[in-house]
Nanobody
Framework: QLQLVESGGGLVQPGGSLRLSCAASGFTLDYYAIAWFRQAPGKGREGVSCISSRGGSTNYADSVKGRFTISRDNAKNTVYLQMNSLKPEDTGVYYC????????????????????WGKGTLVTVSS
């Protein structure tokens, strides 16, 4: 079964850090760009960060630039989202999604046309 599984969410105080993981099973992430999305309570889903298949290209939403870092370890078939200086407005369910742009490794990533989605992990930033 092809799936993505997120982990690492939890409750953290403002200013704290969390590292989310997105692990793939049933397929290899080598040729997939990965994006992280989040959905805050009562709001729509937004793209947070993405990374190309080999990690050469990344993108961040303005709201997380300088605080979040996306990375990947293809040997472990896992993508990470390091979140520092967390704010209450970072609260939400975080999802990872994968998209293959074509054969081989293509240095682009984005937030549309995703092929696979995880079920999400909840991040709560509160004192």
């Amino acid at each position: 079964q092809l799936q993505l599984v997120e982990s690492g969410g939890g409750l953290v105080q403002p200013g704290g850090s969390l590292r989310l993981s997105c692990a793939a099973s049933g397929f290899t992430l080598d040729y997939y760009a990965i994006a992280w999305f989040r959905q805050a309570p009562g709001k729509g889903r937004e793209g947070v960060s993405c990374i190309s298949s080999r990690g050469g290209s990344t993108n961040y939403a303005d709201s997380v630039k300088g605080r979040f870092t996306i990375s990947r370890d293809n040997a472990k078939n896992t993508v990470y989202l390091q979140m520092n200086s967390l704010k209450p407005e970072d609260t939400g369910v975080y999802y990872c999604a994968a998209r293959r742009y074509g054969s081989g490794s293509i240095p682009i990533c984005g937030y549309s046309g995703m092929d696979y989605w995880g079920k999400g992990t909840l991040v709560t930033v509160s004192s």
